[in-house]
């Protein structure tokens, strides 16, 4: 009996030695280094961690797989990534929970302005630059853009090619491609150099739609729960100060991006700053997890089925939290 009562003890004090440790080191966030991620930078450059007492390190990354690499070797407590790696990492085992919206808006179907193409259902038998087969925006593409809005059957009817989206404009330019889904800044690049047109503006056709959201893993939210809340207050003020201050935010993304100069049609130079500009009349920030945001992440789900790239799905109670960012506002 004293040696059980003995173990019990070392375990419970090496638990709170552990849970001690872990608030004492910065909260470790992760985010995929994209323009619509933009408030987890200006929470950073603008102060708003400190202010809230908090220590960050943050981690901007390439992509949503190397984001899940770091949360599953336990290298990050929260992440900014996109919707359906969430809900398809959860049914493969790993597990998090969303607990505020980042951004909507920001995807487009472009193709070359002299295209004879004119509407998605001529997209039939064309080639399409997109991304890897069963990522977040090919969900988009498939499930939303070519299954719903052109009853085109993704895989057969039209020629998907997968490529960095910085690669795409320069394809369709050379007509490597006949058009092209893709994301800011990319479209404004595309359209401010005058040999581009807008085939289809995602947030035009859903206003508002969820994209980035701020996850945390389960231990995460056990062990730190005031740091949660400090982080989210963090972000409420960063998209707050997107919002309110967009000139001196679009300075700040241009530079953090290391945006360059385009040549427009009449052979003007376009500055980064304004180019940041031209993506917002398509993507803004957010952080409210409203009902129809979580109507569209079911829905995205149900693509994602269908399509193949997932059995089953979590339920929504499980997958969305939005106790934290509750807390945060008070």
């Known amino acids: 009996m004293i040696k059980r009562t003995l173990l019990a003890a070392s375990m419970l004090a090496l638990t709170l030695t552990g849970n001690a440790w872990a608030a004492d080191r910065p909260l ?52 900014y990534v996109g919707t359906p790696p969430v809900y398809q990492w959860y049914t493969r085992g790993l597990k998090s929970t969303i607990l505020a919206k980042v951004n909507y808006g920001q995807a487009a179907v472009i193709v070359g302005k002299q295209s004879p193409v004119q509407t998605l259902v001529d997209l039939k038998d064309k080639k399409l630059a997109g991304v890897k087969k069963g990522s977040g925006m090919d969900v988009l593409l498939r499930g ?127 500055n980064p700053v304004d180019i940041v500009a031209q993506a917002r009349t398509r993507l803004g920030w957010s952080t409210e997890l409203r009902a129809k945001d979580i109507e569209f992440i079911e829905r995205l789900m149900n693509y994602s089925t269908d399509l193949g790239f997932m059995n089953g799905k979590p339920a929504i109670a499980d997958l969305v939290d939005t106790s934290y960012l509750e807390k945060a506002s008070r």
């Open 144 to 270: 939303y853009v070519l299954k719903e809005n052109a009853n085109l059957n993704p895989d057969k009817d039209v020629n998907i090619i997968d490529m960095p989206p910085g690669n795409m404009n320069a394809a369709l330019d050379k007509g490597i491609v006949d058009a092209a889904f893709t994301w800011e800044p990319f479209v404004s690049q595309a359209l401010l150099r005058g040999n581009s047109r807008v085939l289809l503006d995602i947030n035009q056709a859903l206003p508002q739609y969820p994209w980035y959201v701020v996850i945390g893993l389960p231990k995460t939210l056990q062990e730190r729960p005031d740091d949660v809340v400090k982080l989210l207050r963090a972000h409420r003020k960063a998209v707050d100060f997107l919002n309110q201050h967009p000139e001196e935010s679009n300075r700040i993304i241009a530079e953090a991006f290391k945006l360059e100069a385009v040549q427009g049609a009449d052979g003007k130079t376009i």
């Open 28 to 79: 470790r966030v992760g985010y995929v280094f994209a323009m619509a991620n933009a408030p987890a930078l200006i929470a950073d450059k603008q102060g708003f961690y400190k202010q809230e007492g908090l220590e960050v390190d943050l981690r901007a990354l390439g992509d949503g797989p190397v984001i899940q690499q770091a949360l599953a070797a336990g290298e990050l407590d929260v992440a």
